[in-house]
């Protein structure tokens, strides 16, 4: 009801329902008379903007004058339509980091699912800019040396190690796990490996060495003073008959 009015709603709820109102929308409409009122309409002005320029052209069989187009037209058009995308404060989806599960934080033992280590078991150490885990053996107990996992890839376990104290370099990011390419050319070949029968085989550098001992030889201290875990890390996971992991408690 508008305000300074003085009289009753035209609309009233009906008795014994509070929310269904006696009148609807188009009965409403009616009893306004909305359609009777003047519509009074502003003439909306649109100032014209100049798309072409005058430009006086040297030369006496040039005309003299040219009517220059302001604004260039663009030259390309695509051939489909593609949706163009709206401003917005969010980054896209493959500059943002991913988040880590619930159950998987720093200092829990995993179990990887998948490559040449799969089936035994690792400590998780923290996340790294491309959203994926540095994880280690320790390298004394099953031979798995620091590397980075997919989330996807490995089962969260109960079984959890305080690493708070543990000081883990700066230098362990997705730039120090980069693959090396071998380079063929500096590689003399002798007279009897004309035919390509020796391998170029990957050999571990000294910077992983060096940041593999750091690490576990802060980690073998704090494994060793809990009972069995040693032999826990060491003992690689698989499932027998009748045995279902969907059932199991990690």
Do not use: W
Request: net charge positive; charged share 35%.
């Amino acid at each position: 009801m508008a305000v300074g009015r003085i009289g009753k709603p035209r609309n009233k709820p009906v008795a014994g329902a509070r929310s269904v109102m006696e009148h609807g929308r188009a009965k409403m409409s009616k009893l306004r008379a909305v359609h009777k009122r003047k519509k009074v309409s502003v003439p909306r002005t649109v100032e014209k903007v100049a798309e072409y320029k005058e430009k006086e052209i040297n030369g006496e069989k040039n005309g003299g004058k040219r009517m220059v187009l302001l604004k260039k037209k663009q030259r390309y058009y695509p051939t489909e339509d593609r949706p163009k995308r709206l401003p917005s404060n969010k980054r896209p989806k493959s500059e943002r980091k991913p988040r880590v599960r619930g159950a998987i934080k720093p200092g829990n033992v995993l179990i990887l699912l998948a490559g040449n280590n799969k089936g035994k078991r690792v400590v998780y150490l923290k996340q790294l800019d491309s959203g994926l885990l540095l994880v280690t053996g320790p390298y004394k107990y099953n031979r798995v040396p620091l590397r980075r996992v997919d989330q996807a890839y490995v089962i969260a376990t109960s079984t959890r190690l305080d690493i708070s104290k543990v000081d883990i370099p700066e230098t362990l990011n997705d730039k120090f796990f980069k693959k090396i390419k071998l380079n063929k050319r500096n590689i003399k070949k002798k007279s009897e490996d004309l035919f390509g029968s020796q391998k170029e085989t990957y050999q571990v550098s000294e910077e992983r060495k060096e940041a593999q001992n750091v690490v576990d030889g802060q980690l073998l201290p704090i494994v060793d003073s809990e009972p069995f875990l040693k032999e826990y890390l060491g003992c690689r996971f698989s499932l027998s008959s009748k045995q279902y992991p969907h059932l199991m408690k990690f």
